[in-house]
């Protein structure tokens, strides 16, 4: 068997402590250096993209005003129901309102929906 060529790392590796690469620990900026970082921020028009810290509000929030046919309940239309393919179609609005409107009056989804439509057509076809 062949002996491997000796590079020289061999003093290098008995010193290597991994413990020295690792990160070492931010300092927290003074508070003194924050603040003429935002002033000198304000002063050159940069706007932060932190959220704004939410001031608290001495009134008492008052109840809005319903939105129009807001005592309407939306049904809900997703279900888990192992369909799983898309099917995108364009047509007039008048034509969508009416597929929402079945499908809301039987309780179906809108894939059951256009499943019975086409079971439908199939068997007037016949």
Request: aromatic residues 6%; charged residues 40%; glycine residues 8%.
């Amino acid at each position: 068997m062949k002996e491997r060529a000796d590079l020289g790392f061999d003093d290098e590796l008995e010193g290597f402590d991994p413990a020295d690469w690792a990160p070492k620990p931010k300092a927290k900026p003074k508070p003194e250096a924050q603040a003429a970082s935002r002033e000198l921020a304000e002063a050159t028009g940069f706007r932060s993209r932190e959220p704004a810290r939410a001031k608290p509000d001495p009134k008492p929030a008052k109840p809005k005003k319903p939105a129009k046919g807001a005592g309407e309940t939306k049904p809900v239309r997703r279900r888990r129901t192992g369909r799983n393919a898309q099917f995108n179609i364009k047509t007039k609005p008048e034509t969508i309102e009416a597929f929402y409107a079945i499908a809301d009056a039987r309780g179906w989804g809108l894939g059951e929906t256009l499943e019975h439509a086409v079971s439908l057509m199939q068997k007037e076809r016949r």
